[in-house]
């Protein structure tokens, strides 16, 4: 090589040299953190200061009165995140879509949220239909699902996070409670007419006849958004089961109420729990036709301690003084602040860090309004189980709460 090769190559190396001294020093860093882990190597909607997520529930349909509060909450913790600096220093941004209560729809609108616009991760889903047309999409394109409602468990997915609880963490554990507090030995079982209300039916019949040692004394199903409840109404009547339990869902259970009511079946004769109504249903339903029933939940907005009084005051700011949270309202808030931990955990937006993040074991909450929670590896969370009985007035009464359930998604003995 010649002394002249030498001299060129001396005098380019100086000029860089030169050229990144007189950068400032937050220049150089942001460089040096760029080169070192880009926020995401898959395509995904990231800009140097943005990242786009998409949130996709019912807004119209008979789902809405269910679905509305979700996607409430996910825009609150957006919101929060944002406020304090973003995730990876890029503030959120949303596409939001309407499943519209159709199954189909809900995986059209999830290939386009994953395809099209790309989104880092989707906040959305509501009934376990939804989300069983939802999931071969988000496996196929490796799309990240926070999934926020309870369901019938049996299932685990690399690309859901469930926020929810599953079967162990809320029908088990509601049926132990109203056979040793209510003595009950014989229940009958209603629910809509589809996998999650079928599904956690046949685990409930397996505890109670197996585990239990009681009776299943009737059991029907109604099409989602049936309002015709009066057959049913004189099954009950004829069975006088100690338990009614229920699983209507959405907007059937505002008729559903009402007609036990008209019917003369309240609380003063009646025990009744529900594993479906939460403070989004009272809403519709009117706290006087359902009062001295009960629900298995995880969450109540009437639970006092400090994070929920927080938080039922930001959403209250944001929402109106009128709006009420339920379960699956408060869920699904949880699930930007899991995306969020398991992000900066990774380091970066792309999918399979985020999940192996999220299944390192340690990702939790200390600041959940239900409480403590954190993120198991089966991709469920260990929180606990809350009977509340609900009151005129549309709130509920906490009357039961377990300890901390570790999630068992795969129970044996109920598959």
């Not at 220049?27 to 995904?44: D, K, R, V």
């Amino acid at each position: 090589m010649s002394d002249k090769s030498d001299n060129r190559r001396s005098w380019g190396r100086r000029k860089v040299v030169q050229a990144i001294s007189a950068l400032p020093l937050g220049i150089i860093l942001a460089s040096q953190l760029s080169w070192a882990a880009p926020a995401t190597t898959t395509g995904q909607a990231v800009t140097d200061d943005t990242v786009t997520v998409g949130i996709l529930h019912s807004l119209t349909g008979t789902m809405a009165i269910s679905e509305t509060g979700a996607q409430e909450a996910e825009k609150l913790a957006i919101k929060q995140i944002n406020e304090s600096g973003g995730i990876l220093g890029r503030q959120i941004k949303i596409i939001q879509e309407d499943g519209a209560s159709d199954w189909p729809t809900f995986a059209e609108k999830s290939r386009k949220l994953l395809v099209n616009d790309n989104v880092a991760a989707v906040f959305g889903c509501w009934t376990s239909a939804s989300r069983k047309a939802a999931l071969p999409v988000f496996e196929k394109e490796n799309g990240l699902l926070y999934y926020p409602t309870f369901y019938e468990g049996l299932e685990q997915s690399k690309n859901v996070i469930y926020t929810g609880q599953e079967a162990t963490q809320q029908i088990l554990d509601g049926l132990n409670w109203v056979a040793k507090e209510k003595g009950a030995k014989t229940f009958y079982l209603i629910g809509s007419d589809y996998i999650w209300p079928r599904t956690s039916m046949k685990i409930a019949r397996k505890h109670i006849e197996n585990v239990l040692g009681g009776k299943v004394v009737g059991e029907e199903y109604k099409p989602l958004g049936d309002t015709q409840f009066g057959s049913v109404i004189n099954k009950i009547r004829l069975k006088k089961p100690d338990v009614i339990y229920a699983a209507v869902v959405g907007g059937s259970n505002v008729a559903w109420f009402k007609q036990l009511k008209a019917a003369g079946i309240t609380s003063k004769k009646q025990t009744l729990l529900t594993i479906s109504v939460t403070e989004d249903e009272v809403l519709g339903i009117g706290g006087e036709n359902l009062e001295g029933f009960y629900s298995i939940m995880k969450y109540f907005q009437s639970q006092d301690n400090p994070n929920n009084v927080a938080f039922v005051k930001a959403f209250k700011e944001m929402w109106g003084e009128d709006s009420v949270i339920g379960d699956v309202t408060q869920a699904a808030y949880l699930g930007p602040w899991l995306w969020k931990a398991a992000v900066e955990k990774a380091g970066t937006f792309d999918v399979d860090a985020v999940v192996a993040a999220s299944e390192a074991g340690d990702i939790e909450l200390t600041t959940a309004p239900e409480g403590y929670v954190k993120l198991h590896p089966n991709h469920h969370l260990w929180s606990k189980a809350r009977v509340g009985m609900w009151k005129k007035d549309g709130q509920a009464e906490v009357v039961y709460t377990s300890e901390l359930i570790e999630p068992d998604p795969f129970p044996e003995g109920y598959q």
